[in-house]
């Protein structure tokens, strides 16, 4: 029998790894239970065991299912990436800066009448 190949560990809420259904069932076996395999027509590499446990390669439409909330989360977070961003460029239009200030050609020619001037 062809050797099964190894995956590396994937650490969701703790460390999960790919287990082979034979090493799945003789951990069962040493334990006293009687696992045994039970294909059906959308899953034929299932395996149950007395003890209650399941041994399944997931499908492509389990796959999505269990990851569903996944996709969801991604979508909103994108989607709030987006209205914060179109918010930040609405605020940098509307609080423009303002020209530079500029002094009017009659206030700064010449000097000021004045008790500062000696007038």
């Given at each position: 029998?062809?050797?099964?190949?190894?995956l590396?560990?994937?650490?969701?809420?703790?460390?999960?790894r790919?287990?082979?259904?034979?090493?799945?069932?003789?951990?069962?076996?040493?334990?006293?239970h009687?696992?045994?395999?039970?294909p059906?027509?959308?899953?034929?590499?299932?395996?149950?065991?007395?003890?209650?446990?399941?041994?399944?390669?997931?499908?492509?439409?389990?796959?999505?299912?269990?990851?569903?909330?996944?996709?969801?989360?991604?979508?909103?977070?994108?989607?709030?990436?987006?209205?914060?961003?179109?918010?930040?460029?609405?605020?940098?239009?509307?609080?423009?800066?303002?020209?530079?200030?500029?002094?009017?050609?009659?206030?700064?020619?010449?000097?000021r009448?004045?008790?500062?001037?000696?007038?």
């Amino acid at each position: 029998m062809k050797e099964p190949r190894k995956l590396r560990p994937v650490t969701i809420e703790g460390p999960w790894r790919f287990v082979p259904v034979e090493e799945w069932a003789e951990r069962h076996r040493r334990a006293g239970h009687h696992p045994q395999p039970t294909p059906t027509t959308e899953n034929p590499d299932r395996w149950d065991c007395d003890c209650g446990g399941l041994w399944r390669i997931l499908t492509l439409e389990q796959i999505r299912q269990k990851f569903a909330h996944l996709k969801r989360e991604l979508r909103e977070g994108e989607q709030a990436r987006r209205r914060a961003a179109k918010v930040e460029q609405d605020l940098r239009t509307a609080v423009s800066s303002p020209p530079p200030l500029r002094i009017a050609d009659q206030y700064v020619a010449g000097p000021r009448r004045g008790k500062a001037n000696g007038d």
